[in-house]
């Protein structure tokens, strides 16, 4: 199970930090990250860390920093520098492979709720 919180209203160009906590059975997650949806678009890929690797979307690299803490199964998402595009409903996720092109193809195991990020201009 994954669970997302952290979203909320922001000025453009302010900061936010998204938290996402696995429970469950987590001992065969490789990688955690997250994804979004803005009104009208399709489910796009932010960004993602397995133990080795850090991917980003190109519209948020040097903005977004993602993190992860193995003991307590959390990952996390800085969001600095936010723009109104950025508008969007954050999903947390988790997969058990190690190609990181399941990611940028939308295509992982384990999908959490989503949590409303909203930058206004």
């Known amino acids: 199970q994954l669970q997302a919180f952290g979203g909320g209203l922001v000025q453009a160009g302010g900061s936010l930090r998204l938290s996402c906590a696995a429970s469950?059975?987590?001992?065969?997650?490789?990688?955690m990250g997250w994804f979004r949806q803005a009104p009208g678009k399709e489910r796009e890929f932010v960004s993602a860390?397995?133990?080795?690797?850090?991917l980003y979307t190109d519209s948020v690299k040097g903005r977004f920093t993602i993190s992860r803490d193995s003991a307590k199964n959390m990952v996390y998402l800085q969001m600095n520098s936010l723009k109104p595009e950025d508008t969007a409903v954050y999903y947390c996720?988790?997969?058990?492979?190690?190609?990181?092109?399941?990611?940028?193809?939308?295509?992982?195991?384990?999908w959490g709720q989503g949590t409303l990020v909203t930058v206004s201009s």
């Open positions: 860390i397995s133990w080795n690797v850090i």
């Open positions: 469950g059975r987590t001992f065969h997650i490789y990688g």
């Open positions: 996720a988790a997969d058990r492979g190690l190609a990181n092109s399941r990611w940028f193809n939308v295509n992982v195991d384990y």
